[in-house]
């Protein structure tokens, strides 16, 4: 919608009034709620098919869905005999793996990144190492990083790697991106180079701050799988989806699935509201 | 006397030789004064005011400001974007404030000095909206007081109402003059509109083809606010143009 | 700004660690006595103990008196004294294997009874020439000294038949498995039993061992270009009998004893394998025509994966232990420890989760 703009005549000044928004509130809910039929149809629609190709299929590997709810729901009220641990367990430690595999690249990947965007030297000093480490696959890590730091640090380091090098990526983009006029305007306001770095780069890169979160989670999630695989110690989802296809239990493997897709879905989801919260906070969105 | 540009030269280094965007330029600009560059374009305004604001340095000749050679951006000139360059994540107020949260002044006068300023460029009712919420011209009242916030001597200006539609543009520019009666500054103005220098301008400057200098200076005494639609404005509006589109080689 | 959105973010990661913090320590304030479980295949186990991995494991055959004679464990529990007589491994066929070449199945079945019956033989008298061969086969199988090798016989029942009291384990085994809810109830329907004994009596099929008796050595190998696809464990010696009918110099003319049945036969790809799981996943994938692999594991993903065999013949009964380090010495013992399996799959682990779960256990994943 177009803004609307009022001047009247008060003073000799001009002064404006903001555009009104009730309009736009209502097609808004109309648009939600359209979304949310759509997706309620295109989710039965998706049910149905699974469930009449596990019908035709008859197989033991593509167990129909009213079993795999059931198992799914099962997994989260008693601890199963394979793991001795509940999926809401499973989930959590696969969780707290994300969390910490997370933080610690965003910690570090933050400050190197805007450090690294900024000043000429210090990527060229950093830009070798990181480019070498880059395209390897953070997968191919896991099964030495396991041996090397065992079941507990093992994984979190391979999520770790799996996060790092998108956000690191995003940010040096981000500060790159930024606007030279921005940096120009605020030089002409008196800003050194401190300044700039803390009151111009940064929060212009926030946003490409964001979207790396968001990417690194989604990453971090496909790494935790092939960790736990391979060896993590004290559970999680991925460890319950290996043991339950070694004993053939295709019905809980897909109920590990769908509890993956579901925590994979809701963290996107969930940093993806983040990211248009601070977006739209700092005006920017 | 106040800015004071001698001999002014800028050239660009490029792949093979040197661009020489300005050769020879020199120009005294008295306190107060209101002074409109005019010139066909890629002649090397923008580049002056860079230079002027110490966003770019000269390849030779002298800039100094109240007899201080100029070596830097500094807080004695402020500087009005075409593209009004606001910080997209600040508010209106937080983009006025910029200037003097860098100079560490004390958050109450830092609000008391924004709100003036808010009040000034009459953008009441909007402290706290975001550049992305704002008008062109509403954007461009926030460069003008976030440029004043600092309270610089000299207003630096490039083609300040040049993204504005000619509405907005009249507008604006009758609250420039308002503004600069007001506050007193001195204001180099860059601008392509030969009506907008001849309204605003007690002096305008015109530059010719590249390697430019300057080619005629036109000095208006008159009144304001001056009338669009008397002879006398006709008159020279008409001049003015003729001299330009000689300027303006066919192509 | 930005101030405040900077302490959002460095709040919001403090939360995030904090949180991480918390949970990492609430996750061991469990009353119960818990064991946990990781798994490794017998030929590591050993070495994972004295590497301080694992304080103990459960294991065949010959890897638990190695285990012991090496002086690095001490057996806590023979699997007799877990469940008394026990069966353990089988033979079983894939049914289309079956469908096309019975015959060569039955030579194959032929070779192992015979190659059972060896061993029988060859065991009960100890002084005679052909122990000594049987110790260095089982040492070169097993990599494994042949001291090694006549402990682990001495621990193992070798017998091929398909006896009442063992299609009685086999009901109690596979209703272990529904009890733990390792197999879904529902699974004997889906892959059309009646009941457990219904399922026991048509997947555990005897007749074939009634067939081949007769059978008689061939000249000629009938399937020359096309050998059979053995399935088998790495350095089990539950299965012996398959080593010993694979060696060629105790059957005269360099032939092994399935091709004196006129069958010519070769290791399956990706076998031998580290459990019994992994065999019933070859026999899925189409990689096994007969495999030697635990009982419990052939109930198990036939039932749950519908891996389409039927066992024909018993290869061994008894024969696994449960070695521990010296930190274990009584059952309480366990509370904490981690104990190694061969994989989930497994008569070892169903054995162990049985034993500690029935002892107030708490079994976990490591
Ligand atoms: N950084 C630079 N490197 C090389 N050449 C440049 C650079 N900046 C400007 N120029 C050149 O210098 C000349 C003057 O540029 P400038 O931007 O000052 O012109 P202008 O008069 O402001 O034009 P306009 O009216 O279009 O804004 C142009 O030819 C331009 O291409
Ligand atoms: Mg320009």
Redesign the interface.
């Known amino acids: 919608m177009a803004?609307i703009?009022i001047?009247t005549i008060k003073r000799?000044?001009?002064?404006?009034i903001?555009p009104s928004d009730v309009s736009l509130k209502t097609d808004r809910r109309i648009q939600f709620v359209k979304t949310i039929i759509i997706t309620i149809f295109s989710l039965s629609v998706f049910i149905g098919v699974w469930w009449g190709l596990s019908l035709l299929i008859d197989?033991?590997?593509l167990p129909p869905p009213d079993i795999v709810f059931e198992a799914l729901l099962d997994s989260f009220i008693r601890?199963?005999?394979?793991?001795?641990?509940t999926m809401w367990d499973n989930v959590?430690t696969s969780s707290?793996r994300v969390?910490?595999g997370?933080?610690l690249a965003?910690?570090l990947a933050v400050p190197l990144g805007l450090v690294m965007g900024f000043s000429k030297t210090v990527e060229s000093f950093s830009k070798p190492v990181v480019e070498v480490f880059r395209p390897i696959a953070p997968i191919a890590w896991a099964p030495l990083l396991l041996i090397a730091m065992g079941?507990k640090v093992g994984p979190i380091i391979v999520i770790f790697i799996g996060v790092f090098f998108p956000l690191l990526s995003n940010i040096i983009f981000g500060v790159r991106s930024i606007?030279p006029?921005?940096m120009?305007?605020?030089?002409?306001?008196?800003?050194?180079r401190g300044?700039m770095f803390?009151?111009?780069i940064?929060?212009?890169t926030?946003p490409y701050i964001m979207t790396g979160i968001r990417i690194g989670l989604g990453i971090g999630w496909m790494c935790v799988v092939a960790a736990e695989f391979l060896?993590a110690?004290?559970?999680g989802v991925g460890?319950y989806v290996q043991?339950k296809t070694?004993?053939?239990?295709?019905?809980q493997v897909f109920a590990g699935l769908i509890v993956f897709s579901i925590l994979g879905l809701s963290t996107t989801e969930l940093s993806g509201w983040v990211e248009r919260r601070?977006m739209k906070?700092?005006?920017?969105? | 006397m106040m800015l004071s540009i001698e001999k002014l030269r800028k050239a660009f280094p490029l792949e093979e030789g040197e661009l020489v965007a300005i050769e020879d330029f020199t120009l005294d600009v008295k306190k107060g004064e209101f002074i409109c560059i005019l010139g066909p374009s890629g002649c090397g305004k923008t580049t002056i005011l860079?230079i002027i604001?110490?966003?770019d340095t000269q390849t030779s000749g002298k800039i100094s400001l109240d007899g201080k050679i100029i070596k830097g951006?500094?807080?004695d000139?402020?500087?009005v974007?075409q593209?009004f360059?606001?910080?997209?994540?600040?508010?209106v107020r937080k983009n006025i404030e910029?200037?003097m949260?860098?100079?560490k002044v004390p958050v109450k006068t830092r609000h008391e000095t924004s709100q003036k300023l808010i009040?000034l460029v009459?953008?009441?009712?909007?402290e706290d909206?975001?550049?992305?919420?704002l008008?062109g011209g509403?954007k461009q009242r926030v460069g003008i007081a976030?440029?004043l916030a600092?309270e610089p001597d000299i207003l630096?200006m490039d083609e300040p109402f040049g993204a504005l539609d000619a509405q907005t543009r009249n507008?604006m520019q009758k609250?420039l003059l308002?503004i600069w009666e007001e506050t007193k500054k001195t204001v180099v103005f860059i601008t392509h509109s030969v009506d907008e220098a001849v309204f605003l301008a007690d002096r305008i400057v015109v530059m010719g083809e590249r390697p430019s200098s300057i080619t005629e200076i036109y000095d208006i005494p008159w009144e304001r606010p001056r009338e669009r639609a008397s002879m006398e404005f006709a008159n020279l509006r008409k001049e003015i143009l003729a001299k330009l589109e000689m300027m303006v080689r066919p192509e | 700004?930005?101030k405040k959105?900077?302490i959002i973010a460095v709040v919001l990661?403090a939360i995030?660690?904090v949180?991480?913090l918390a949970?990492?320590m609430m996750?061991g304030s469990d009353d119960d006595k818990?064991v946990y479980w990781?798994p490794i295949g017998p030929n590591l186990q050993k070495e994972a103990l004295i590497a301080g991995q694992i304080d103990g494991a459960i294991t065949w055959e010959p890897f638990a008196s190695d285990a012991v004679l090496s002086g690095s464990a001490t057996i806590f529990k023979w699997s007799d004294d877990i469940w008394e007589d026990h069966p353990c491994c089988v033979v079983a066929v894939d049914n289309g294997f079956l469908e096309n070449n019975r015959d060569l199945a039955l030579r194959t079945l032929k070779a192992h009874m015979v190659a059972t019956e060896w061993i029988v033989d060859t065991i009960a008298d100890p002084d005679g020439d052909n122990y000594t061969k049987l110790l260095q086969i089982g040492a070169e199988f097993s990599q494994r000294s042949t001291a090694v090798v006549n402990s682990s016989v001495s621990n193992i029942v070798f017998t091929y038949n398909i006896t009442e009291s063992f299609e009685d384990w086999m009901e109690v085994i596979t209703q272990k498995y529904i009890d733990?809810?390792?197999i879904?109830g529902s699974a004997l329907g889906?892959q059309g039993y009646a009941d457990v004994e219904d399922f026991v009596s048509n997947y555990f099929n005897s007749s074939l061992l009634e067939e081949a008796m007769d059978i008689e050595p061939s000249s000629t190998i009938l399937n020359a270009g096309n050998p059979v696809q053995l399935g088998y464990l790495i350095g089990d010696l539950h299965q012996f009998a398959r080593v010993i009918a694979n060696n060629d110099t105790l059957w005269g003319e360099g032939k092994d004893l399935f091709e004196v049945y006129g069958v010519a036969t070769e290791t399956s790809v990706g076998g031998p394998y580290v459990n019994g799981?992994a065999v019933?996943n070859a026999f899925a994938a189409g990689n096994v025509d007969i495999g030697y692999l635990g009982s419990p594991p052939a109930i198990?993903?036939h039932l749950?994966?519908?891996?389409d065999i039927t066992v024909i013949a018993q290869v061994n009964m008894v024969g696994s232990a449960i070695f521990v380090g010296e930190d274990i010495t009584t059952l309480d013992d366990f509370n904490g420890k981690v104990i190694a399996t061969p994989?989930?799959?497994s008569i070892q682990h169903l054995m162990f989760?049985d034993f500690f779960?029935s002892n107030g256990f708490?079994?976990?994943?490591?």
């Open positions: 803004m703009t001047g000799g000044l001009i002064t404006f903001r197989t033991p590997f601890p199963d005999i394979t793991t001795g641990r959590v707290i969390a910490w997370f933080a965003f910690v079941g606007q006029i921005l120009d305007a605020a030089r002409t306001l008196g800003a050194k300044d803390i009151k111009v940064i929060p212009s926030v060896g110690v004290g559970g460890q043991f070694e004993v053939n239990r295709f019905d601070v906070r700092m005006g920017l969105k | 860079r604001a110490g966003l951006p500094g807080s000139r402020g500087m974007f593209e360059a606001l910080f997209p994540w600040r508010s910029f200037g949260e860098l100079r009040e009459g953008l009441e009712g909007f909206a975001h550049p992305h919420e008008s509403m976030r440029a600092n630096l507008m609250e308002r | 700004m930005d959105l900077v990661v995030v660690i949180g991480a949970a990492t996750g818990v990781t733990l809810d390792l879904q889906t799981g019933m198990l993903n749950n994966g519908g891996v994989g989930v799959s989760l779960t708490t079994v976990k994943a490591l």
